[in-house]
């Protein structure tokens, strides 16, 4: 199949030569496509399901996007996939019956604990590109960061003595820490694995391709989705559900509020309050009634 981005120029040829929309429509559809492209870390938007861009229309509006902007959403993402199963790309159009009403309850999927031990064993430590995967997944897991964030890593952002990781996100520094087996096995990846992997002593990302160069999003999308295969887990797991995984499991162990903002670098508690949706009613219910942000 073609690359989305093949796919999002002939759209936008589509838009510009055929249908003759304003620069402000262009405009509009293009950016929400390309976010879109971006939430699911590059992959192609052809392969996306219903269940796919139901779950973002969620966190879209879990983000306090409002009623408008998930409807111009909806109406870009059904224009292009319109687009597409007209011109015999696609058999059947994803977008098609999507409403902004049906989004606004969604509570995403998480992974339950013997679902993430499962996939976190999956990579075989035998080779070298094994123990990078099992790393990276280790660390998605412990520290509950984004994926943009996770392939921004360099290697001085590992702190090893205080069993932590320093995370940049927009322009703002936060402090990660990692359980001590999530650290081991990094400092492994570290000692033994990478020194073997980059193409360049100047290289500074933690994590790098099988060309030495720092990994990217679709990389790590397609990591993901191989040990998803392997380990037989039926969720379409996403880096992003991890997260999910993240929050909600330090929620459901007693973890206070405030401490998993930080950790997930939420600005407004708000955005972290959403995972309290994921954990048990009775949780949930000590969270209303005890914690002053609630």
């Known amino acids: ?74 109406a870009s993402w059904k224009s292009f996939y319109t687009f597409l199963t007209e011109n015999g790309i696609l058999e059947e159009n994803p977008a098609k019956t999507l409403s902004a009403g049906k989004s606004e309850h969604k509570i995403p999927e998480i992974l339950t604990n013997r679902e993430v031990e499962t996939l976190l064993q999956q990579p075989k430590t035998s080779d070298k590109k094994g123990l990078r995967d099992k790393a990276m997944l280790h660390l998605m897991y412990a520290t509950g960061i984004r994926v943009s964030e996770l392939i921004a890593l360099n290697v001085t952002d590992v702190m090893i003595p205080s069993c932590s990781i320093r995370c940049y996100s927009k322009k703002r520094e936060r402090f990660i820490p990692m359980y001590p087996y999530a650290m081991t096995i990094l400092r492994d990846y570290l000692e033994h694995v990478r020194p073997t992997m980059i193409s360049s002593d100047q290289e500074e990302a933690l994590f790098v391709n099988v060309s030495g160069e720092r990994m990217s999003r ?40 405030r401490s998993v903002q930080k950790m997930l670098g939420h600005s407004d508690i708000s955005s972290t309050m959403f995972y309290t949706q994921l954990v048990p009613n009775s949780l949930r219910d000590v969270y209303q009634h005890s914690h002053p942000g609630a």
């Open 1 to 74: 199949m073609a690359h989305t981005g093949k796919h999002l120029d002939l759209f936008q040829n589509y838009l510009v030569q055929e249908k003759n929309v304003s620069e402000n429509t262009l405009s509009s559809y293009m950016r929400d496509l390309r976010q879109l492209e971006e939430h699911f870390s590059g992959t192609d938007l052809a392969d996306l399901t219903e269940s796919d861009l139901q779950n973002y229309l969620a966190h879209l509006s879990e983000s306090g996007k409002s009623k408008a902007t998930i409807a111009r959403n909806i």
């Open 218 to 257: 679709q990389g790590f999308w397609k990591i993901v989705k191989h040990y998803q295969q392997t380990a037989e887990i039926k969720k379409d797991i996403t880096p992003h559900m991890l997260r999910h995984s993240f929050a909600a499991h330090l929620l459901e162990n007693g973890a206070d509020l």
